[in-house]
């Protein structure tokens, strides 16, 4: 299997944390754990499958998925490759007026996006690419015509920069406090730009620290008490929504 990264052309960079060449020769089925990027992703070859309740969902091959607050299955062809696009948290803004929030739990077509003629041709020219090189240029170029001249939401910015200097341990009423704004209009931003709610975004950040730590020697009632957990019950029951495994036989895999 293949997963080479990329890094995003100097105009792009603050928007997009990564591009990514991945290939596979054989059909294989993996889990997708809940991350703080939304992902567009072109299928040049093969084709990949979203399995929900043990049915099987064939994806376009020019697509996005939003932020997520669990576990996704997903199934690939064999000989399938795609080349992914990471956003940063508030990227997809400066390419798309979508709220971003519509795109949450959700694996959707690009044209809901962005017109399909664009979407056609960038996907003929991945097609008659004939190197890693040329098919992120493809993608590149794509987002280029795409990129749109906005202001920054300076305040939502700050926002997601302290959720991740806490480890997603803050409260939403002290961000309000910090930032000085009430909590309907900063959450109706925060959705809007990010694509989910301050308080969900902040459960991804630190489920994420959590599994950065998992297969280090702390005990659950360690991580319990440095995450906030009320108690291990409640720690693992998070744990399976975002994993879809306990803890300790997450740990076993790892």
Known sequence: MKFDIYIPSER???YIKQLVVSENANESMYKVF??????????????????????????ATAGITGLTDSYKIFKNSAGVGTVLV????????????????ELFNQSVSLENLFDKYKIQETEEKLAA?????????????????????????????????????SNGNIRIRELNDKLCISQSPFEKRFRKLVGTSPKK??????????????????????ICYEYNYFDQAHFIK???KFTGDTPEYFKTQT
């Not at 300076?154 to 991740?164: D, E, G, H, N, S």
């Open 12 to 14: 792009l960079k603050p």
């Open 34 to 59: 809940p991350s703080t990027s939304l992902v567009i992703g072109f299928q040049y070859r093969g084709h990949l499958i979203n399995i929900i309740n043990n049915s099987e969902h064939t994806l």
């Open 86 to 101: 990471y956003f940063t948290e508030v990227g997809l803004a400066y390419f798309s007026s979508l709220p971003v929030n």
């Open 129 to 165: 690419a004939n190197s890693d090189q040329q098919r992120i240029n493809v993608v590149e170029h794509f987002l280029l015509s795409q990129l749109k001249e906005i202001e920054n939401d300076k305040l939502i910015v700050a926002a997601v920069r302290m959720i991740y200097e």
């Open 201 to 222: 975004f902040a459960s991804i950040v630190r489920f994420n620290n959590i599994l950065s730590k998992i297969d280090q020697t702390k005990s659950l009632t360690e």
């Open 238 to 240: 998070d744990f399976k």
